[in-house]
């Protein structure tokens, strides 16, 4: 009985079903909507959100506009919740339509070719709903990583289906025996020599196997590294994948080549990725939902870090403040 009282099943189980039938675009507005309103309600949540917004600025030496800033990372909350739900009941091209993607060229002609490839994806944005464009473009993927939970109905069903090796085989959790991650990462191995696309997350704080030290908004965590592991074991093609919302319910991805992992290079490799992350973070905090809340990322008792960190070198398509939502 108190399942039914949880925010979640009312919010997984209620709104999001009745919200998907509005369509993607006033389905995102009514998000954007639910979050400022929940932030309003809750005052403790918006202070979390301010605390957080303050200290990435101070980590990162930015000048977020923190209270400016409020209203959209609280919409932004919703969002990142809402996971994929508004793609859910959309045929292909449907879906594929509210992606504004940059960079899948040599990604789609390296898969083409015959020759398998790493996808290394990250928490940030709409990261969720980023992975129905590689499935409903109908390449093979697979995910090396912990099944998601509250997901759409047909992300579902892809999850499950069977073919080349099933993405059942390949999910992963947390305290896994050193055997069973060996395991699973030569199974990604073959995966890959037969041509498919691994994808593995680069931001995962994991204690186990496979894993390295690297620096997330200042703080110093031991991320799972499977992508550099698989890099250096089948020496393929690695790209980069970005996911972020945009407005009326769109998404922009971006998918970025790096070159080949060599050995005596895991550590720059994962350097440089994690640097690319924290300045995309510091280009768009709205986007960060998890790396500024979730408490395996941030924690008030973090140390400063007063190395700045590159910025891209092109503007974010979604400027935080000019946003509506």
Known sequence: MREVFSWKFVFYQVI????????PARSDRALGWLGRIAARLMPGRTRSMAEALRRGNELLETTWPVSTLLPAFAADTARFQARDYILDGLDDVQALARFDVRGAGRLIQTLQSGRGVI???????AHISGIHWFFRRHLPIRLLAQRPKHISGSLDRYFDSGGRFPQSELFLHRGMKPADAAQHILLARDAIRDGMAIYVNGDIPWDGPNTRGGRILGRNHQLLTTWIDLGLLTGSPIFWVFCTHEAGGRFALDIEPMETIRPGEEQLALDRYLAELNARIANDPTEAVAHLLWPCYSSSLVAGCKNKLPR????????????SS
């Open 16 to 23: 999001l079903p009745a919200l998907r039938c509005l369509g």
């Open 119 to 125: 996808l290394v994806g990250c928490h940030l944005g």
């Open 312 to 323: 891209l070198d092109r503007p974010s398509r979604r400027k935080p403040v000019a946003r």
